[in-house]
T-cell receptor, first 115, second 111 residues
Framework: AQTVTQSQPEMSVQEAETVTLSCTYD???????LFWYKQPPSRQMILVIR??????QNATENRFSVNFQKAAKSFSLKISDSQLGDTAMYFC????????????FGGGTRLMVKP | SQTIHQWPATLVQPVGSPLSLECTVE??????LYWYRQAAGRGLQLLFY??????ISSEVPQNLSASRPQDRQFILSSKKLLLSDSGFYLC??????????FGQGTRLTVV
């Protein structure tokens, strides 16, 4: 079974600064995907970024980037130039590519961007 | 393009009453389907997971059940609601090994 751990229940950052959210996972699979989701106060789940495990290059989406360390089973999210609209819960998620595998989420990190 | 519909958005039900939440997906076939529950300010608890019609995996023993009568329809049910069933329920779909896309959620309050 897979597990995903987010060790930071809450974080805060000043507007325009950079913040990094941590995520570690445990799996015996070699092929899998990792994701970061954002859940703003509206509670809609929004996909922020995805990373394929077979790709060594870290994924980037505008101000969002990841640091994927496969050997360490670590998948952190860096938010650059933080904006007030980045205030949200952030969830790390894992899915393996074996048949019948399901999406597993971490416990979430609540991020507050301060003006 | 693919879309997911979940309804109702808000529901207030008395203790002991039945429950039926419905989720449908458009624009894809044979999706993996999920029901999650989220307590206020907390993480996502996977309730049910389905890889095909009539195939349901239950992750947490509880007062709820799920059914998948059609390929792109996923229903969450209860015969008798408990106060502890209150929460925010999210339906999601994915293709195998890919990211999940979520519905808007249902805020259920059991009174």
């Amino acid at each position: 079974a897979q597990t995903v751990t987010q060790s930071q229940p809450e974080m805060s950052v000043q507007e325009a600064e950079t913040v990094t959210l941590s995520c570690t996972y445990d799996t015996s699979e070699s092929n899998y995907y990792l994701f970061w989701y954002k859940q703003p106060p509206s509670r809609q789940m929004i996909l922020v970024i995805r990373q394929e495990a077979y790709k060594q290059q870290n994924a980037t989406e505008n101000r969002f980037s990841v640091n994927f360390q496969k050997a360490a089973k670590s998948f952190s999210l860096k938010i650059s130039d933080s904006q007030l609209g980045d205030t949200a819960m952030y969830f790390c998620a894992f899915i393996g590519l074996s048949a019948g595998n399901m999406l597993t989420f971490g416990g979430g990190t609540r991020l507050m961007v301060k003006p | 393009s693919q879309t997911i519909h979940q309804w109702p958005a808000t529901l207030v039900q008395p203790v002991g009453s039945p429950l039926s939440l419905e989720c449908t997906v458009e624009g894809t076939s044979n999706p993996n389907l999920y029901w999650y529950r989220q307590a206020a300010g907390r993480g996502l608890q996977l309730l049910f997971y389905s890889v095909g019609i009539g195939q349901i995996s239950s992750e947490v023993p509880q007062n709820l059940s799920a059914s998948r009568p059609q390929d792109r329809q996923f229903i969450l049910s209860s015969k008798k609601l408990l106060l502890s069933d209150s929460g925010f329920y999210l339906c999601a779909w994915s293709q195998r090994g890919r990211e999940a896309f979520f519905g808007q959620g249902t805020r259920l309050t059991v009174v």
